[in-house]
Structures are given as C-alpha cells and as structure tokens.
C-alpha cells in the first residue's frame, strides 16, 4: 500500500496506558459461567483454587454455597474459609459474606461463589456484585460464579424459555468487564443424567426440576445462548486487543462486513442488499459514509439523510469519516474495524467528469484493500435509462447569481485589459485574467470557476492573441499558450475552491466543538436545574436560533407543563400528546420526523445514561443536515447529562437527608424515651405512695421535692425541645435591653440551688463592670445550661467559678469547673445535637450545649471550651456588645 503510515495518537497511548495502569491497581475478577445450576461451576472453581495454593498462591474462601452436594463440599477442606457474618431478618437468622474481614485480611485471590445473590437487609451493599467491586478495589482478586438467567438482558428472554422469572441479576457490565471468563459446559444429556443421579438436588426436587426448568429443549437453548455471549465477548476482546496495539485488520476470524454508501438511491438497496448477506452470513454489518470537500445539493442530502435513517431503521451502526481520498478512508476504517468483507455499489457513469473518477475508484479500492475481500454489487435500473445516465451534466450546487457575476467580473477585466493591451502586451492580459480566475476561485464553487476559466481562455483567443478578432492563432507558441493557460486557469480555481470548501467545512467543525466546549464550561458551574435550564436556552438560541422550551418530569415521574415558560412556545393538547409520546418511546417525535408529523414542534427526548429527564420542544422551519442532527444530538447529549447530574445529586441530597432524619430520629427517641422515663416514674411512684398510704409528714415532703424534682428536670427536656425547634427554624432573634450581669449570674445560681450544694461557687466580677446590651431570656438559658453541666460532671466538693469582664467592645463570660474535662479528639464534636462524651454518665439528651451555642451565635457571638491545665473544662463565651455613654459634662 501506497499509504502513509498512520503515527500513533498521543492522545489515545496516553489514555490507553492510564487505562493500564488503573487496571492494574485493582484485582481481576474471573468468572466461572455456564448455562444453569449443576454444570459444575462451583466444584470447577475449587479445584483451580487447589491447583493455584499449590503454586504458593494466598487463595481463600469468601463464600461458597455447596448446596449440601458432597463432592463439593470436599473441596473446601484445606482452603481457608472466613466465616461469614449473621444479619437478623423477620425473625430469621441469615448469613451472608463478611466483606471487611476479607478485606482486611487481603488475600491473592477470594472465591465468591454466586455473584447475582441479593444480600440480606442490614448489609453494606444491597447485591453481592457490588461487595465483589470493593474487593476489587482493594487489589484482590475474585472467582466467582455466574448462569447465564442471571444476566440482566437475557432474564426475560430467559423466562420466555422456561417460564421461570428469575429475580437475581446483575448488570452485563459487570460480565463484560470481567478480566476472565471459563465457560462450564455440559451437554444436555450429562446435565440430566447428572440430575437423575441425584447429584445437583435431593431426588424429590430432581423429577421437579426435570419437569419444569430442566427440559432438554429449555438447557439446549440456555445453553446456546451461553455460548454466543462468550463468543461474542471473545470477538470483541479480539478488536479491542487490536484497537489498543494498533494492529490492521483483517484477522478472518470472524465475518465483519462493511457497507460504503454514498448520497445516491442506490445506496438505499445496497443497505437492504448488505443487511441480508448479513444474516446469511451470519456476522455483524456496518456502514460508513465518507465526507468530502464536494458540497451537496439541497436533494442530495435529502437523499443522504434518507440513507442514513434507513441504515438505522435495519439495525446497522452508521460512521462518519472525512478525508478527500475516499478509498483511503475506508479502507483505514475497515482495518482498525478489523472488517473481513468491503460491500460497494456499481459506479454508475453518470457524466464525463466521473467517467474517469469512479472507474479509479473501484480499481484503487480493490487494489489497496489487501486481504479484504470487496463485493461490488450492481443495480436493476432498466437499459432505457443508460443514454440519459451517461450523458447527464455535471451536478454543481452554485446557483445562477454565482455564475452570472464571475462572467461580469472576467468581462470587465478583459475590456479594462483591452484598453491597455498595446502598452503591456497580450501575454500580461493573460496573467491579469489567470490572477482574476484564481480571485473567484475564494467566492465562487466549481462552476462558476470552470466558466470563468473557459470564457477568459475565448475572450483572449479572440481579442488579444494575433490575429485578433478571430479563434485561430498563428504561432505554435501563442496555441501551447493559450493550452497551458486553460489548463492553469481551471486547476487553479478548481484546487482553490476545494480549498476555500474544506476551509469552510473545518471552520465549521471548529466553531461547533468549540461550542460543545463552551456549553460543557457554562454547565460544569451550574448549580440547580433552574440554571441549567437558562443556560440550555440561551446556549441553543445562540448557537441554532431556535427557540425552545424544555419540559421536565416530576416526582410521579410525568412530565410537568405547570413550570413557568418564558420561550414565548405554547403546547396545545396534540403537543402535549406528542411530548409524552417522546417522553415514553425516548425517541424524538414532531414536524420533521416520522413519528405524529402534524404539529409545529419537534420535541426531543433528554435521555441520560441511567433515567429520561424530560423532553425539549424546539420551532425550526428546516429540517437538519446531517451535520447539524450530529451537532444537535452532541448538545442535547451534554444538556441531558447535566440534567441527570443534578437528579442524581438531588436524590443523593435528598437520601442523605432522610438518612440524617432518621437517625436524628433513633436518636432523639432513644434519648428522650430515656430521659421522660426517669422523671415519670419517679412523679408516678411519689405520688401513688403518697395516695396509698399515710406517711409522716417528713416523709411526705420529700416525696413532694422528689415530685417537683422530676417536674422540673421535664420541664427543662421540654425547654431543650422547644429552644431547639426554635433555632431549626430560625425563628430566635435576640431582644436586646441593656442588663447588669450581676443580676444574671444570680438568677442563674438561684435556680440551681439543690444542684450547686455540693460545691463551692467563685462567682468573679469586676467592680467597673458595664452594664451591657443583651437578650435576658436566652443568655439565662445558656448560662444554666453551662453550670448545670458543670454539676453534673465535676466532683462533689469542688470549685465551680463564674467569670464576667468587658473590654474593647466585648464581654466575656467563662465557666470553669474541676471535672474530667473532654477528650481531645471530641472537643470540636462538644456543641453538636445530641451528642454525647464516650462514657459520660446516664442521663440527658446532649442538646444543652447545642442550645446554649445557637443562642451565643444569635448574639453575634462565639462560644468555645478547653481543658484546664490542672483539670477540669472551661467555656469561653465572647459577645460584642455597647455598654451605655454616661455624659459627663457639668
């Protein structure tokens, strides 16, 4: 081959070789795979387990079900098996694999036998697939178990099969992307042999089972089936190992076709042509379409987009690929597609300009296509039409204002140059009219530029070369002239027109990937379907001027039109059918397609990887090309994506939220639960004591406080309760009043009267001290809460201070005590709800210090504790606060 050698991507090395190296990182998962139970998967797996701890490999068991068989079970004996764990569910006991004692123990390679199972409620994760991924991602390698019902795509073709639906299936990406695959095979016959034996279930279950699922043409079936997929696996390992060493095809290993099509009819039964030898054949069928710098007309690509649909319509993936050398470029495609067979129409001579052309074509295409084979197919059209095929023009797209003008615009030079042709000569006129030729070449298409070159090639003939005012010319000279002048003239203009084409085509290219770049930018800040939504707007009326609205589902999961629309489009009842009709099919609907063409909108699915978002409804009186549908679809894809993104992160938001709820709500039942039982029994049983019997009159005043005692302890849980409600809703806002300390302080300990007993209170105030702007009420309750701590905490019979002063604009309150003080690592954890110092003592609901933080921060101020150096907590108190002007002027 007389191509050049294609240099490698660095692009594609570089992402090729971070692929590798990911891969590497983590454990190889091989699966064994067979067609149903009792082929052997799990004793195959034990056996090769025996055989790779023989070669000194760290090989466990993480889980194998034996299902009581006793061969089976024999293997397990000299593997090290990690017990599993037990979950409790409706009143069962259930045992599933424990994930991090595996994990922990990381070992070369774990068996997990069954890789579809469901866990049991309480585990990590809800599939076993999902434990096995983390393993993998721990660096550990994996065997496991896999039939072929358990696939997710092939569960209801399964269940078509047996009539069995099976519950348990994993995602084919997990099979897909797995580093091994060993199918377990037995013919159908072993299998119920096997059966009969008693050697897969008891013999009760075999004859049901033989019944049922185990019918001769139900296994033949499962497992021709389990056959394919692995040899269709095995196909695609083929291409992607020559994808990635970039080795060129073909390796005739399997039957790979390849249909070249182009703008005509008769690509339309070459598709259908092609799409039967492929079922013949029984192989795969692509179909490539080459971009040139030739323009199309208005019917052509007409013709082309009808291609395309009906390459879709019959199933077969259709690529783009430009490059002036079309037999370069699908010859290229075919090696790196590892394509066996090139499928071309018969070139049809349609005019003189193509007679050369297409015959060259097919001669290149059959000479450089090397081990591939090329059909090359004819067509049915009848001999009458021949004649009028072959001597039809030439199909140019520029209209005829192009050609009239370059006709004016090379007469008026020749008259210019007529004027002056005595001074400068005839043979300058031609270099004036080859420059003015080259000239249109930037404005004009290939008609216009072979006019222009034929008419100026005439007009000097005959006006300027000797003899003028005639076609015949006297020297051998002027004649070779006038040969190499028509023959510049055209090849110049033609060479630069297809230049200025490909120019415009890579501006265009250009300006839409940097457009894609543009939108991905804008959306990658977005934060919030709302702003999505605006930049999708904007971004399509800036790029498309199309207007646009886009409709989104709701939690019902229907699309909702009560959202507000500024995009001025309105949607009758036959719109909104249409859009749910897109919305259901996920596939667009509307003027300009197949699907309910009647209305005035085209509305386009928003599909995402895992969910449909909604649909978009755009006006746009031309249908696409097929450049603009390629570059509409990467917008929309980016758009949807976005969307989905932000779903997903609403729903995560949202799980996490009911996650925190609910474990707010354990806790605080727990908390609560605990404390209003103490204070209730204790009222309950001081006062039937003192109904049911007659005490002594001391005696019964200590069962009155112990009442009043377990009174007020609710009455504070209550306050908590409400203070804490109060700051979730934001609704405390200090009422400041300017208040002298002293008074606090004192209120606060003559509340705490019965609690501060025990210790010895140092209450330090300044004698200056200000009077100063706070909220009475809230800065009470945050001060109790803090010497009611310290009470319960601190030893008996130690010192308990209380410390006020004022100074640059602030006021400072600390409450020091003697007690344990807090761990380290949890003094930033002090002020959260509920929370509680790891063996602190029963009793309270760890919302006081949250509280007293709430109020602090409605203050403007800050609230922080430390440990003392000899022992004992201080809190640090810091609110920036007036004190009042005292005017002291005579």
């Known amino acids: 081959m007389d191509f050049a050698e294609n240099r490698p991507d660095p692009d594609e090395l570089l992402a090729s070789l971070k692929f590798e190296e990911e891969k590497s990182k983590r454990g190889k998962l091989k699966i064994f795979f067979g067609m149903c139970a009792g082929v052997g998967k799990t004793y195959t797996m034990l056996q090769i387990a025996h055989a790779e701890k023989l070669k000194g490999h760290d090989i466990i068991i993480g889980y194998i079900e034996t299902h009581n068989r006793k061969e089976t079970t024999d293997l397990t004996v000299g593997l090290e098996i990690i017990p599993r764990r037990t979950y409790q569910y409706k009143s069962t006991t259930v045992q599933e694999m424990d994930l991090d004692a595996i994990i922990a123990r990381k070992p070369s390679t774990v068996l997990v036998d069954e890789l579809a199972h469901t866990n049991a409620p309480g585990s990590r994760h809800t599939k076993r697939f999902q434990d096995v991924l983390e393993i993998l991602d721990n660096g550990i390698n994996v065997f496991t178990t896999v039939n072929v019902q358990h696939l997710e795509s092939r569960s209801d073709t399964v269940a078509q099969i047996t009539g069995i639906i099976v519950r348990e299936t994993l995602p084919d990406e997990i099979f897909e992307n797995a580093d091994d695959i060993e199918v377990i095979d037995l013919t159908p016959d072993e299998l119920l042999q096997r059966l009969s034996d008693g050697k897969v279930y008891t013999p009760e279950r075999s004859r049901e089972a033989i019944e049922s699922f185990f019918r001769k043409g139900n296994i033949t079936a499962l497992r021709e089936m389990a056959l394919r997929i692995v040899a269709d696996r095995v196909d695609r390992q083929l291409h992607e190992y ?15 076709l390849l249909v070249a099509v182009s703008h005509t009819q008769q690509s339309s039964k070459l598709l259908r042509w092609a799409k039967n030898l492929s079922y013949t054949m029984g192989s795969d069928l692509q179909a490539v379409y080459v971009e040139t710098s030739f323009k199309l007309s208005a019917k052509e690509s007409e013709q082309l987009n009808k291609n395309i649909s009906l390459a879709r319509q019959l199933g077969i993936k259709f690529r783009f690929v430009t490059n002036n050398d079309m037999v370069k470029a699908i010859v290229d495609f075919a090696q790196k597609e590892n394509i066996t067979h090139i499928i071309i129409g018969k070139p049809k001579v349609r005019n003189l300009l193509t007679l050369l052309r297409l015959g060259n074509f097919v001669n290149r295409l059959i000479r450089y296509s090397g081990n591939i084979d090329v059909y090359i197919l004819g067509s049915d059209n009848q001999s009458k039409d021949k004649f009028r095929e072959k001597v039809s023009l030439p199909s140019f797209t520029s209209g005829l ?24 000569g005839y043979q300058v006129v031609s270099f004036g009219l080859l420059f003015v030729v080259s000239t249109l070449a930037f404005f004009f298409g290939t008609g216009p530029i072979l006019l222009s070159a034929t008419l100026s090639a005439l007009i000097w003939d005959f006006f300027f070369i000797p003899p003028p005012y005639t076609l015949h010319v006297d020297k051998p000279e002027d004649m070779l002239m006038l040969i190499m002048f028509f023959i510049i003239a055209l090849l110049s203009g033609v060479l630069t027109s297809r230049i200025r084409r490909q120019e415009m085509k890579i501006r265009v290219r250009e300006e839409r990937t940097n457009a894609l770049y543009q939108l991905t930018r804008e959306l990658s800040t977005a934060t919030g379907i709302e702003e999505v939504i605006i930049i999708a707007k904007n971004d399509i009326k800036k ?15 229907q699309l909702d039109y009560s959202s507000n629309d500024d995009s001025g489009i309105t949607l009758s009842r036959n719109d909104m059918s249409v859009a749910a009709w897109t919305f259901q099919h996920s596939s667009k609907a509307g003027k300009h397609t197949d699907t309910l063409p009647s209305g005035n909108l085209t509305f386009y699915p928003l599909k995402g990887n895992q969910m449909n978002l909604g649909v978009i409804a755009i006006q746009h009186p031309n249908v696409f090309t097929q450049g603009e549908e390629q570059f509409w679809d990467a917008f929309i894809s980016q758009i949807s994506g976005k969307f989905e993104r932000e779903y997903l992160r609403n729903m995560a938001k949202q799980a996490y939220f009911l996650n925190e709820s609910d474990k707010l709500y354990k806790t605080l039942f727990n908390s609560i639960s605990h404390e209003l039982r103490i204070p209730v029994a204790t009222i309950m049983g001081a006062s039937d004591s003192l109904l049911s019997s007659n005490h002594p009159q001391e005696v019964q005043n200590e069962l009155s406080h112990e009442i009043l005692k377990a009174s007020k302890r609710l009455n504070r849980l209550i306050e908590n309760l409400l203070n804490m409600s109060r700051l979730e809703s934001g609704h405390i806002k200090p009422r400041l009043d300017w208040c002298d300390i002293h008074d606090l302080i004192n209120k606060v300990t003559e509340g705490l009267q019965d609690e501060l007993k025990s210790f010895r209170l140092h209450v330090v105030i300044p004698d200056d001290m200000p009077f100063v702007k706070i909220d009475f009420g809230l800065m009470e309750q945050v001060l109790y809460n803090l010497i009611y701590n310290a009470t319960q905490y601190a030893s008996a019979s130690t010192n308990l201070r209380v410390k006020a002063f004022y100074d640059n604009g602030i006021m400072t309150l600390q409450v020091m005590d003697r007690g344990p003080g807090f761990p380290p690592k949890e003094i930033s954890l002090i002020f959260n709800k509920f929370y509680r110092v790891e063996g602190s003592k029963a009793g309270g609901t760890g919302l006081g210090l949250s509280i007293a933080k709430g109020f602090i921060e409605a203050h403007n101020g800050t609230i922080a504790v430390a440990n003392r150096q000899n022992g004992g907590a201080i809190f640090t108190i810091k609110i920036p606060t007036d004190i009042p002007v005292v005017d002291i002027r005579g």
């Open 401 to 424: 204002q192009q050609y009239f003008i370059a006709s004016i615009v090379v007469i008026i030079t020749a008259v210019l140059c007529f004027f002056i042709k005595d001074f400068i």
């Open 242 to 256: 020559m994808q990635l060493k970039r080795i060129k095809g073909p390796w005739k290993s399997g039957l790979h």
């Open 543 to 557: 790029y498309f001027d199309l207007k646009c609205r886009i409709i989104l589902k709701n939690d019902n999961n």
